[in-house]
T-cell receptor
Framework: DAKTTQPTSMDCAEGRAANLPCNHSTISGNEYVYWYRQIHSQGPQYIIH???NNETNEMASLIITEDRKSSTLILPHATLRDTAVYYC????????????FGQGTELSVKP | NAGVMQNPRHLVRRRGQEARLRCSPM?????VYWYRQLPEEGLKFMVY????????ESGMPKERFSAEFPKEGPSILRIQQVVRGDSAAYFC????????????FGSGTRLTVV
């Protein structure tokens, strides 16, 4: 699975959009980008995934660059409950097996 | 639909005792993954199991740790002769099959060794 690079921490004002970047320059053609988050020692929670098109669901939007070497997770209106560690993971769903978590980005949403 | 169920939520063991952590996957999921999270650290993969088979145990410590996923019943992570360094949160995830997008995590078991 390709390696990802994320900033260690970020702050965001409540009600504003939170934009979390992820670099994955070695991503291969059949690898997807997945985002999970972990809220204060709870189990990781799936947010969204994508291959090359931008994706949106009720939680977030995922913007993937045309060359697929980086992506951005967007929480459109961050709330205090979005304070968590956000993990960007690149893997192929066709191969199966484990998810490998990096250090993630610790997002602090402030009032 | 029940999610991934882990029990107990909290477990306290004295040094030298055995710890048994249970994980019931989501209905229809036949693949289970165990992760460990030491205090102030990230999630580390331990073992990946299908029913009655260990597929990948590359993250398991060589001694004292074992895992099983029997044909009937939950997956069990067993830690023998626990030491203080085993104190951590242990998370289980399940997926419906080989590959795919659908990994779901449980709420974890917090093991404290005293």
């Amino acid at each position: 699975d390709a390696k990802t690079t994320q900033p260690t921490s970020m702050d965001c004002a409540e009600g504003r959009a939170a934009n979390l970047p992820c670099n994955h320059s070695t991503i291969s053609g059949n690898e997807y980008v997945y985002w999970y988050r972990q809220i204060h020692s709870q189990g990781p929670q799936y947010i969204i995934h994508g291959l090359k098109n931008n994706e949106t669901n009720e939680m977030a939007s995922l913007i993937i660059t045309e060359d697929r070497k980086s992506s951005t997770l967007i929480l459109p209106h961050a709330t205090l409950r979005d304070t968590a560690v956000y993990y960007c993971i690149v893997r192929s769903p066709f191969r199966g097996g484990k998810l490998i978590f990096g250090q993630g980005t610790e997002l602090s949403v402030k009032p | 639909n029940a999610g991934v169920m882990q029990n107990p939520r909290h477990l306290v063991r004295r040094r030298g005792q055995e710890a048994r952590l249970r994980c019931s996957p989501m209905k229809g999921h036949s693949h289970v993954y165990w992760y460990r999270q030491l205090p102030e650290e990230g999630l580390k993969f331990m073992v990946y199991l299908q029913k009655e088979n260990i597929i990948d145990e590359s993250g398991m410590p060589k001694e004292r740790f074992s895992a099983e996923f029997p044909k009937e019943g939950p997956s069990i992570l067993r830690i023998q002769q626990v030491v203080r360094g085993d104190s951590a949160a242990y998370f289980c995830a399940s997926s419906p099959g080989e590959g795919g997008h659908g990994y779901t995590f449980g709420s974890g078991t917090r093991l404290t060794v005293v």
